[in-house]
């Protein structure tokens, strides 16, 4: 009923409480929000865009060899996704939902599955059926030595998505009611209400419906005015009950807190996802060692084991993941310095652990060992009579 309406009844001698608790009090607001999604994504694409960078390599005996592998992997996996955005998507999904299926086409194409079956054989390959991508299904049996399916093994990380969001999720929507509470405004507007109505049981049912929405505006609404009705005296409710507005930051660090828990699962060191540079290098290196390298591990031995044949692995031939987290050579130039010049390794071993190809004609793989680090032959008066 809007104002003018109001004015209307109100020459035509309908009583106020007639019309008053048909008004609206104010306008809902947001409704609460859910931290499961956000701790989830903020830490699995982080993980993501981390594992997305990956550059993969078919070897033998560290030697580099030209196949169509390059291409699928490396450049357009599919017709919907380039490389970037696939591995992206692999990664976030094998985090997520703790399993992951890639099927190859005919046209050879990797295809992302978004459901499926899985049938388990104690010494026959396992089998997937119902195979689903992008709402088609396939009709097709996929033998487990023809995919790729790869299993995260996260229970930890289970247990904290189904257990521990809903009660923070209880206790986070809580502070958000109170500091609603606390920061809306809420003025009474006392008026007149003698008269009667036709039907007292109508009145009354009027009535709870408008203490029903009273409550609900107090709820829901940042502005909430509401009208009395006659036998309640005026109270200013804004602040005056001597309660301390709830701070944004209560809210904030246990978002955070959230997060830190899901990244400690993970492996991730908090601090990264949040984007705190203290201690930096040493983060850097606990991602590394505790999140990337088993992600990778598990990759190659996936590629390894369903791109190539038994005797083909024999002859030294290796799927090799890298490119991932790929340190500054300039910021370890003493270090590789170090480690070359000493005869410790041989420079396509330094290449190969930094993410760079081998030397070409085989120059990388003669050990170097400069004069200080040779073996003394003896004392110089023996030295003098050698020479």
Request: proline share 2%; aromatic share 10%; hydrophobic share 35%.
């Amino acid at each position: 009923m809007g104002l003018i309406n109001t004015w209307i009844n109100s020459i035509r001698g309908v009583e106020e409480s007639d019309w008053l608790m048909d008004l609206p009090f104010g306008t809902e607001t947001s409704a609460r929000a859910y931290l499961k999604r956000m701790a989830l994504e903020s830490v699995f694409n982080f993980v993501g865009r981390t594992m997305s960078t990956a550059k993969f390599t078919l070897k033998q005996n560290d030697q580099k060899i030209d196949s169509d592998w390059d291409y699928i992997l490396n450049v357009r996996p599919n017709k919907s996704y380039t490389a970037g955005d696939f591995w992206h998507k692999f990664f976030y999904k094998l985090l997520n939902e703790n399993e992951i299926l890639v099927i190859l086409t005919d046209d050879d194409q990797l295809l992302i599955a978004d459901d499926f079956v899985k049938e388990t054989y104690a010494i026959f390959d396992d089998r997937f059926k119902q195979v689903i991508v992008q709402g088609y299904e396939f009709k097709k049996t996929f033998n487990m030595s023809d995919v790729i399916y790869l299993q995260y093994n996260n229970e930890k990380l289970n247990k904290i998505t189904d257990s521990l969001f809903k009660d923070y999720g209880e206790l986070f929507g809580r502070i958000i009611e109170i500091s609603m509470r606390n920061n809306q405004i809420r003025a009474g507007v006392s008026i007149d209400t003698t008269g009667t109505a036709n039907n007292e049981n109508d009145r009354q049912g009027r009535l709870q419906n408008y203490i029903n929405r009273l409550l609900s505006s107090f709820k829901n609404s940042s502005v909430a005015i509401f009208p009395k009705v006659k036998g309640v005296d005026y109270e200013e409710y804004t602040n005056k009950v001597g309660v301390t507005n709830q701070s944004l930051d209560e809210l904030t660090k246990m978002k955070k807190s959230l997060i830190d828990d899901v990244a400690r699962a993970v492996g991730v060191p908090s601090a990264l996802v949040h984007g705190e540079m203290a201690d930096l290098e040493s983060n850097m290196k606990a991602y590394r060692n505790l999140c990337i390298k088993p992600l990778i591990k598990k990759v190659q031995d996936e590629f390894n084991a369903k791109l190539q044949t038994k005797a083909d692995y024999d002859k030294g031939q290796r799927v090799k993941v890298s490119g991932i987290l790929v340190p500054d050579i300039l910021e370890f130039a003493t270090q590789i310095d170090k480690v070359v010049s000493s005869g410790a390794f041989i420079a396509d071993e330094v290449r190969d652990a930094t993410g760079y190809d081998p030397l070409p004609n085989g120059e990388g793989k003669e050990l170097i060992r400069t004069k200080n680090y040779e073996k003394v032959k003896g004392g110089e008066d023996k030295n003098a009579e050698d020479e």
